[in-house]
């Protein structure tokens, strides 16, 4: 998608340690409008694919995984971090490694809220090394369920998350795909 | 909005301790199509009002508040609970009392997410004690900028956040209000 890559090499903040930082639009401050036309590109990438239930991870990924999800005209579910008062004791889960908070944690999802014979599009705003995206496989498939691909806003396609998860046989589609990233220069470079 | 009422009615459920779960269409399953219309209802009642920014904090305020930013066409912002290494040191904080988690977070916001001159409508999920919504409301005027009120999904009327934060003088615009919710029958009724 040009505008996003448009969009990234503008609004981006390169940092040592492969950090990119994108707060203006995707993970602090959301750019609506513009999150709103990732939503339809995924829509009508995976239209037709029997998509019933979004799916994401708190707490970064729920504004593009909602806005999608009203395009398919179905509901998303988030993973969520830690246990609440708020979250029943039935519940599928796997560990993921949160390389900005620097912590484990066990995610997980109300066993009510996904069932055999869901087909689910994962949606996450960043793929690297590729934790959260395997830890939600997991747990569609612990219940049963089918991955009908996932949808990713931006994928840091050095890192091996992405090649690892296509090899295993998943659909992974990246709005961004970027090839590299110079924290010196700011540069930022895309797979087409 | 009756249709919301009636949808807590037939899926919230009570638990002691003043609990609400609504778990299957707002807290964790996310029923878009009709957050959609929650958003268009937010629109409606603030449209006129000079809105440019939603505000909400994360994490179950973000999908609400980016579907109700689409029909203000306006970015939303969500305050964020802990610090990350995505984050800059340069913050609007105040302190939130939890009482899903039991514990005081200390939710903060870029600077440069918020500017003098911004007319900030608030947008949470739930309105209880009303310390997300005054955390909000002193970093929106710490910023400088203006609130121009707060919708939010679920009020529990019968608790004081709503009423001490009307008397400051706030527009509070509730879609439902519970007036008061019994663990034993299940029951839940609301103010008109």
Redesign the interface.
């Known amino acids: 998608m040009k505008a996003l890559e448009e969009k990234i090499r503008n609004e981006g903040e390169v940092y040592p340690g492969n950090?990119l930082?994108v707060?203006?639009?995707l993970?602090?401050?959301?750019?609506?409008?513009f999150?709103?036309e990732c939503g339809k590109e995924f829509h009508r990438l995976f239209d037709g694919c029997g998509v019933n239930k979004?799916l994401t991870v708190?707490?970064s990924g729920?504004?593009v995984a909602?806005?999608t999800?009203?395009y398919f005209?179905?509901?998303?579910?988030?993973a969520?971090k830690?246990k609440?008062?708020?979250?029943a004791d039935d519940v599928y889960s796997a560990p993921v490694r949160s390389?900005?908070?620097?912590c484990v944690n066990q995610v997980m999802?109300?066993k009510k809220?996904l069932e055999p014979g869901d087909k689910v599009l994962i949606i996450d705003d960043f793929l690297a090394h590729g934790e959260a995206l395997t830890g939600l496989v997991k747990i569609v498939e612990d219940a049963g369920a089918e991955v009908a691909g996932a949808g990713i806003v931006i994928e840091k396609a050095f890192q091996e998350g992405g090649k690892a998860l296509r090899e295993c046989g998943y659909r992974i589609e990246s709005l961004a795909r970027v090839a590299s990233m110079d924290a010196d220069s700011g540069e930022i470079t895309f797979i087409d």
């Open positions: 950090v930082k707060g203006s639009f993970n602090h401050r959301i750019d609506v409008p999150m709103c979004i708190e707490a729920i504004a909602v806005l999800a009203q005209g179905c509901p998303a579910v988030f969520k830690s609440t008062s708020n979250i390389f900005t908070h620097n999802i109300e809220y």
